[in-house]
């Protein structure tokens, strides 16, 4: 085994018995990128030399006797994490060239317990996109077939966690940007409860919906990620000051007696690909097989999550990227007269069309003599998707329901129907919209050997049940083992058939 196909708990262990080095392994991840890197564009930047200072700093580390959760592993961050000195571009033109002068506070809980920082990965621009293709520096490509989105926002972390170009990477979820490109590129990636992990020097895209979470190889790495970047910071005024669980000990295998609620909105619904419900379906039974009683829930205003979100995420995106003008930072259009017409150049040539489009629908729906009819209406509606969950958890411990309705399609297919890409999170909006962790893990493959999830969702500050279910599900299964053969021309994956 090479040592960037290693998980992270199996590198802490060699690690730990110094039987390979820090600075081993980051070059290792690195030779990878460079090797792969050019045919799917996951990384925006690369920081080869300050991640092997790093490492070489965890070497001095382990050799003394210390270091900590994460010392010596080399992880991707999402470009719009602020990093200290590495530019933080969101995959805009609009910020191309900036350098934050400050890390954001899960950068510094990873330095803290050691980890190497290898680089910043692509995302959709702002966030706003589910396949990546939205990116002004260049789109991802899906590991498994190359000419396939990733999923999004998140798709650079979850492409580059499935290529073996990094051990595990930290992504952000507005609207299912960590759990559907987890399922598009089969790894395992956990949105958090809203509060649970610091959103300070989180670039912003919807701020009551935005939470940052790991993306990872298998449910311990992403326990272990979990438990480095959880925890109160009085510098986010959205954190819960709760006490943080030691996540990998919630990791067991037995669920027997566990109640799994089954939304009736979601199986069956319009648009969900026949075979994707199959795979779930499937999956329902390997958890029934292990103890667990499946019980069908509802969760009433389900059909209404998607007409809510695209009201209330587009406009906070509206007012959090008002900042962006030209002025204080970021690309400005300079050769233009007069501040209004700078202003409205700047944007116009810094924001790609999709960002455009958020500001112009958040913009309207909070304008004066429509705030109340859009705005207000879609905030009260939120607020009884929250009180459905709320209701389900009382019959039910988790919910599970697909993440995705159709496997990855390919890039381009769906550039120009927005609506089309927005129903691509329809599973996913909801847990946004309430609050709650969402768990997504690999629980099977399309007849076309692509990749899908199980969506795993707990309530409020629940996350070890839900790791709990996602690592006795992958006890029981193959499925996340298997790994897209890169190396065969068209990249699929070739490492048996389609389960």
């Given amino acids: 085994m090479k040592l960037y196909e290693l998980t992270i708990h199996a590198a802490q262990d060699l690690l730990k018995r110094r039987e390979i080095s820090a600075v081993d392994l980051t070059r290792s991840v690195l030779e990878r990128i460079r090797e792969m890197d050019s ?66 506070g899960v950068i510094e809980r990873l330095h803290a317990e050691g980890a190497v920082v290898v680089g910043k990965a692509n995302m959709d621009e702002f966030a706003m996109g589910s396949s990546n293709e939205n990116s002004a520096l260049g789109v991802t490509r899906n590991p498994w077939d190359l000419s396939r989105i990733p999923g999004g926002s998140s798709g650079g972390s979850a492409a580059a966690v499935a290529a073996d170009m990094c051990l595990g990477a930290l992504g952000s979820d507005t609207g299912g940007s960590i759990r559907q490109p987890a399922s598009h590129c089969g790894v ?68 027997k007696g566990l109640r799994i609620g089954l939304p009736r909105e979601y199986y069956g619904a319009s648009g969900l690909s026949p075979e994707v419900e199959s795979v ?45 003008d030209g002025v204080k930072y970021g690309f400005r259009d300079a050769g233009r007269e007069g501040l209004l017409e700078m202003y409205r150049s700047t944007r116009s040539k810094g924001f790609g069309p999709e960002v455009q489009r958020r500001i112009i629908l958040g913009t309207y729906a909070l304008s004066a003599g429509y705030y109340d009819a859009y705005y207000g209406k879609a905030s009260q509606v939120r607020t009884l998707i929250g009180q ?8 039910c ?20 129907d ?7 999170d329809i599973f996913t909006l909801s847990a946004n919209l309430a609050g709650i962790p969402g768990l997504s893990v690999p629980c099977g493959f399309s007849g076309g050997g692509l990749p899908i999830g199980l969506q795993i969702m707990g309530n409020h500050f629940d996350e070890e049940t839900l790791l709990r279910v996602g690592y006795a599900f992958e006890q029981a299964t193959d499925v996340h083992l298997r790994k897209p053969a890169l190396d ?10 389609p389960e």
């Fill in 39 to 104: 045919r799917i564009g996951a990384y925006i930047t690369v920081a080869e030399t300050s991640a092997l200072a790093q490492a070489e700093a965890a070497d001095r580390a382990i050799s003394e006797g210390g270091g900590g959760m994460l010392t010596g592993i080399p992880l991707a961050v999402k470009d719009l994490i602020c990093t200290r000195g590495l530019r933080t571009t969101c995959a805009s033109r609009i910020l191309e060239n900036f350098v934050p002068p400050y890390d954001a």
């Fill in 188 to 255: 395992v990636g956990l949105k958090p409860t809203y509060g649970r992990v610091s959103r300070y020097g989180l670039v912003a895209f919807a701020s009551s919906l935005d939470q940052i979470g790991p993306l990872a190889k298998d449910v311990t790495d992403c326990a272990a990620m979990l438990s480095a970047i959880a925890g109160y910071d009085r510098r986010d005024s959205t954190a819960v000051p709760k006490p943080v669980p030691d996540y990998g000990a919630a990791l067991r295998a037995d669920i």
């Fill in 280 to 324: 779930i379906q499937k999956a329902v039974g390997v958890l029934e097989e292990m103890g667990a009683r499946c019980m069908e829930i509802s969760l009433p205003h389900a059909p209404y999550v998607v007409a809510v979100y695209y009201l209330i995420a587009p406009s906070e995106a509206s007012s959090n990227l008002a900042r962006y």
């Fill in 388 to 395: 459905d969950f709320r209701e389900a958890f009382e019959s």
């Fill in 397 to 416: 411990d988790v919910i599970v329901s697909p993440v995705a309705p159709t496997p990855a399609f390919r890039i381009g297919e769906n550039v120009d």
């Fill in 418 to 424: 927005p609506l089309t890409m927005y129903l691509s």
């Fill in 488 to 497: 065969a021309p068209d990249g699929m994956d070739r490492q048996g058939d």
